[in-house]
């Protein structure tokens, strides 16, 4: 496949390739400064025009850069399921509806929960200990501050709304 670069439509001062490279105007490809996030994605930290840094996920700048903006409620779905592959023809703009059925098509699609989960901040055996602490009087505040989360999620906890699978 032959590489397309065409200039990033929301940063003038980036260029994106269709394979899923992004660099700066005349400058080197930039792609060895990528790094992965938890979900496996590349994404890269580019200086906005107001002087910030804000990270960019590639996929999401080569579908913008060749697909054009996203039509409202839609986000970037991966054709062969794989968040490591940035190639324009891989990706399309995709409804959430959508992007499910296609993980789950493609065996990607996981709900993961408590412990299982690498966002979990609270472990599951501390779970069983925050219901007794409210059991016993205790308020969401205190115990929120205890595991720096908020109040309503301990909330959540509580009532069973979260880690369920814990008793």
């Known amino acids: ?4 670069i065409r200039p990033y439509p ?4 980036y260029e994106v390739s269709n394979l899923g490279r992004v660099r700066t105007v005349g400058g080197k490809w930039r792609s060895v400064k990528a790094r992965k996030d938890r979900g ?3 994404y890269v ?18 579908t913008i850069t ?17 968040p490591t592959n940035n190639i324009a023809t891989n990706l399309r703009w995709v409804t959430r509806s959508e992007n ?7 065996g990607t699609f996981m709900r993961l929960s408590g412990d299982a989960n690498p966002r979990t901040h609270i472990p599951d055996a501390e779970i069983p200990i925050i219901r007794r602490r409210h059991a016993r009087g ?12 908020s109040p ?13 699978h814990v008793q």
Request: aromatic letters at 6%; hydrophobic letters at 25%.
């Open 10 to 13: 929301r940063n003038p001062e």
């Open 40 to 42: 496996n994605y590349y």
């Open 138 to 149: 205790e308020t969401r505040t205190e115990i929120a501050r205890d595991y720096a989360t």
């Open 100 to 106: 499910v059925r296609d993980a789950i098509r493609h």
């Open 45 to 62: 930290s580019i200086k906005h025009p107001d002087g910030r840094r804000k990270n960019e996920a590639i996929h999401r700048m080569v």
């Open 1 to 4: 496949m032959r590489e397309e």
């Open 152 to 164: 309503p999620y301990i909330g959540h906890i509580v009532a069973g709304r979260r880690r369920q």
């Open 66 to 82: 060749f697909h054009g903006e996203p039509p409202a409620g839609h986000e970037v779905g991966h054709r062969d399921g794989v």
